[in-house]
């Protein structure tokens, strides 16, 4: 099929074939969801579950791919929804234009292959590797503040994000730093490729290890974790 | 002793990527090169001594790593 013949050589015609059967649920759909959701669905992942309760507003402006004048004030969720339908009709979008929390969190990744973390705060983020956790589902986590970003995947038992956060009332440093546009695109991208190839079983993925970038310095360094 | 100390994210800013300190203390722990680089502790996210994860209060030994990195949550 035309729409995914440049997927193939990167992927074989069989894991292409594969993709449309994957369920991926991507908790947040703000600066980096929205990359994130983007590039899963033109990659062909069948079924995608898009999580946000929050809505656009100007100050998402300057990173958020699904933001635009068009759609200030709409739910993100609903947003990845509506143009998922314009970018690629062959795949399932599911909205839940909700915040999660620890009643909601299990039914919403339920069934899901992997869980892409694309919160915006550190608590939450611990509540989702509770619920991954319990639920049996890798989790691909991604943050990112200033110039800087990190990504690394976390299998059931390996709790990755309690070496990371050993404070979870502590404040990220994109509370004074900002996000500027490209970082998040950045690590979206890398949480992607990360999904792809526990979704495939590729070797060689950020599991126990954290990818730490710094684009003021363009240092890419791989920790153990 | 001589301690390395490698900084990520922007406990680099004002500082550099990575310092060698000579130290003439008997006994020195992260918390001691914390204070020393006026980063406080609560600003930490990740120690890692010698690439594992450690805690500001293990007594470091001549040519240790010690690896500093703050929380980075943003989305």
Redesign the interface.
């Known amino acids: 099929m035309g729409r995914y013949e440049r997927n193939i050589k990167t992927l074989s015609v069989e894991e292409n074939e594969r993709l449309k059967d994957f369920y991926v649920c991507v908790i947040?759909c703000?600066?980096?969801?929205g990359y994130v959701i983007e590039m899963l669905g033109r990659l062909g992942i069948g079924h995608i579950t898009a999580v946000d309760g929050d809505n656009f507003c100007e100050s998402n402006l300057n990173r958020q791919i699904l933001s635009s004048n068009k759609t200030i004030g709409k739910n993100k969720a609903e947003t990845a929804r509506d143009r998922m339908k314009d970018v690629n009709d062959l795949i399932e979008v599911i909205a839940v234009p909700e915040f999660i929390n620890k009643d909601n969190i299990l039914d919403i990744i339920k069934g899901h292959h992997v869980v892409i973390?694309?919160?915006?705060?550190?608590e939450t983020?611990l509540l989702l590797q509770d619920a991954c956790e319990k639920a049996g589902i890798p989790l691909v986590h991604?943050?990112?503040?200033?110039?800087?970003?990190?990504v690394t995947s976390i299998f059931p038992g390996d709790r990755t994000l309690d070496?990371?956060?050993?404070?979870k009332d502590?404040?990220?440093?994109?509370?004074t730093?900002g996000?500027p546009s490209f970082t998040?695109a950045l690590i979206a991208s890398i949480q992607v490729s990360e999904a792809v190839k526990i979704l495939i079983n590729k070797k060689d993925t950020l599991r126990n290890k954290m990818l730490?970038v710094?684009l003021?310095?363009q240092?890419f360094?791989v920790?153990?974790? | 002793m001589k301690i390395e100390v490698r900084l990520f994210a922007y406990f680099r800013e004002g500082r550099d990527k990575k310092l060698f300190l000579e130290i003439n203390e008997d006994e020195v722990t992260p918390r001691y090169i914390l204070n020393k680089l006026n980063i406080e502790e609560k600003e930490v996210s990740i120690l890692l001594i010698n690439g594992r994860d450690g805690k500001a209060t293990t007594t470091l030994k001549d040519g240790d790593v010690v690896s500093l990195f703050p929380p980075v949550g943003g989305g």
């Open positions: 947040g703000g600066g980096i969801g973390d694309a919160l915006d705060n550190i983020r991604g943050a990112i503040g200033g110039w800087y970003g990190q070496v990371i956060y050993e404070d502590q404040k990220g440093i994109e509370k730093l996000n998040p730490v710094d003021l310095s240092d360094e920790i153990n974790l």
